[in-house]
């Protein structure tokens, strides 16, 4: 491969890779936690398992009666579905979502949060929003039209990824495992870099590929829409199997069956576990009660309708094949999220994230350190540069940690605690990359951002063993290991941080030399 086309490719992995770092980082670092997204669930609600009564006084009331129970405590909008999810490894309670006639307040809806031993509210609203929150970051960063940004930056991600194999070709197996760490700052860095690089290739290649897919499908979706259907959506989403119900109320008042029975037959007949229903014109004649859930296996997704006045599941509401989602986009699904293979597969994928997320910060170094003395007559675009790549990054991962503390200790009646949370994340992450500005010494800038990471996680682990010490211990010893594997990753999370803070904090060694002919090192300058 010629010079000059090595040469091409270090331009373009280094500036694509400034450009994108940040918002890269991001969905990287809240896609590996949200790999745990039911397990930092599971650990957000620990606060209303003390609130729930065990066991209930009296006997478990039914479905039925606990959604009847919330209609009668709110003004419901008939002609608007009622949804409730069930409990799950998400989550061990039941969730009540009812539409409201009237906005009170501003709400559209009343939510509650309800044990389903007692039938009483635990809470109301969505309190508990952070393994969302860290959901919503990793595919939209929580931006308009983010669904779209998350799509064409997985596009550059692409680019970085084959121009980063264009630089290593010559010497991917050569060099695979090499990592000097006797020489200077560069060579350790762009070790480091390639290295990591070269490990996380096929994970890399297989993220970016299912997000192209999750995040773009605009792309194959209106081409298809508008040469093959003419416009018409509703042709189009009935060839790919899924079944649109919208009855209209016949505002005549029937008696509304028992939803266990229902529950339990889908899960039976399609070897199923129902998550969640939707139910439409609730209480009216022709009402419909539409169940989902997934199959057991590889996530196959179970979508049927039941029609109150017949007591059937008539075909004209459910199709029979499986559909587009069900057999192409729920798997990749489960293949990107390493929901196949267990919690040992998702703490892989979860490590290989991070990995991509160490890359990334090892880039930026690498692409400043290149070019400081190029940069040292405009030091205020150097002090930018500077802070909205490394400064975001690293205030990245302090404002996750801050968000998990004020998630265990804000109080859980507090209405607007799950915005705080948010926000909170929002003002840490500005606030170190505003720091990342002034900073001189980079290496001592990333040590107190891991130290800082470190007390954090620290504060949030010494909160769960002096509160709720009793609680984990109880869960862990009855199987329900989600809470307590949390508490512990955060404490590994802790030592991790604390021991990378000192040894960043450390006075470096003396390089050996800085002076390695890695020809084409032209190429180690690429983040």
């Known amino acids: 491969m010629s010079s000059r086309t090595i040469k091409n490719a270090v331009e373009a992995h280094g500036w694509v890779g400034v450009v994108v770092s940040v918002p890269l980082f991001i969905i990287f670092w809240a896609g590996a936690i949200t790999l745990f997204h039911p397990e930092v669930s599971t650990w957000s609600v620990l606060p209303l398992r003390t609130a729930a009564s065990s066991p209930p006084a009296a006997a478990k009331p039914s479905l039925l009666a606990v959604v009847e129970d919330r209609l009668a405590a709110v003004e419901h909008d008939p002609e608007k579905p009622i949804f409730v999810r ?3 490894d998400h989550s ?7 539409p409201l006639a009237k906005a009170e307040g501003g709400e559209e809806r009343a939510e509650f949060i309800i044990d389903p031993e007692s039938g009483e509210t635990l809470a109301t609203g969505h309190p508990f929003e952070l393994s969302g929150f860290l959901y919503a970051l990793h595919y939209n960063l929580k931006l308009p039209q983010g669904l779209y940004i998350v799509g064409l930056v997985t596009l550059f991600f692409m680019v970085l990824l084959m121009t980063g194999l264009v630089i290593q070709l010559k010497l991917l197996f050569k060099h695979f495992f090499l990592y000097r760490h006797d020489k200077g700052k560069r060579m350790r860095t762009y070790d480091l870099h390639s290295v990591t690089g070269v490990v996380t290739l096929p994970f890399a290649l297989l993220y970016s590929l299912t997000g192209l897919m999750f995040n773009l499908n605009i792309l194959f979706y209106l081409p298809v829409l508008m040469l093959a259907y003419g416009g018409d959506q509703v042709a189009m989403m009935k060839d790919a199997g899924f079944s649109r119900v919208n009855e209209k109320p016949a505002g005549v008042a029937a008696e509304m ?12 007949e399609h070897d199923a576990k129902v998550l969640g229903l939707n139910l439409m014109n609730f209480g009216d004649r022709d009402a419909i009660i539409r169940l989902t859930g997934v199959k057991q ?7 049927v309708h039941y029609e109150v006045k017949s007591g059937t599941f008539p075909e004209r509401m459910n199709v029979t094949e499986a559909n587009t989602f069900s057999s192409v986009v729920m798997p990749l699904f489960m293949l990107h999220m390493g929901k196949f293979g267990g919690p040992g597969v998702r703490f892989i994928f979860f490590v ?4 991509i997320c160490g890359m990334i910060i090892a880039g930026n170094v690498l ?8 940069l040292a007559e405009f030091p205020r675009s150097y002090g930018v540069i500077r802070g909205l790549t490394l400064g975001a990054c690293t205030g990245t991962i302090v404002a996750t940690c801050a968000a998990f503390l004020l998630e265990r200790t804000l109080p859980t009646a507090f209405d607007a605690r799950a915005t705080i949370v948010q926000w909170a994340f929002f003002v840490v992450l500005a606030g170190v990359s505003v720091l990342g500005f002034f900073v001189r010494d980079i290496r001592a800038f990333l040590g107190r951002s891991a130290l800082a990471s470190a007390a954090l996680c620290g504060a949030v682990v010494v909160v769960d063993m002096l509160v709720y010490r009793a609680q984990i211990a109880t869960l862990w ?3 329900d290991l989600a809470t307590g594997a949390v508490t512990i990753g955060l404490a590994l999370t802790m030592a991790f941080f604390a021991w990378l803070g000192v040894r960043l904090q450390a006075p470096p060694a003396a390089p050996a030399g800085e ?5 084409p090192v032209s190429a180690s300058s690429a983040p």
């Open 477 to 479: 010893r009855d199987g």
């Open 367 to 374: 692409w400043l350190i290149k070019r400081e003395s190029k």
């Open 86 to 88: 069930l409990p799950s």
């Open 515 to 519: 002076n390695v002919n890695l020809e």
């Open 352 to 355: 290989l994230s991070v990995a």
């Open 257 to 268: 069956p028992a939803l266990e029975p229902l529950i339990h037959r889908v899960q039976r």
């Open 92 to 98: 061990p309670f039941l969730e009540v979502r009812v």
């Open 297 to 303: 296996g590889f996530g196959e997704r179970v979508d």
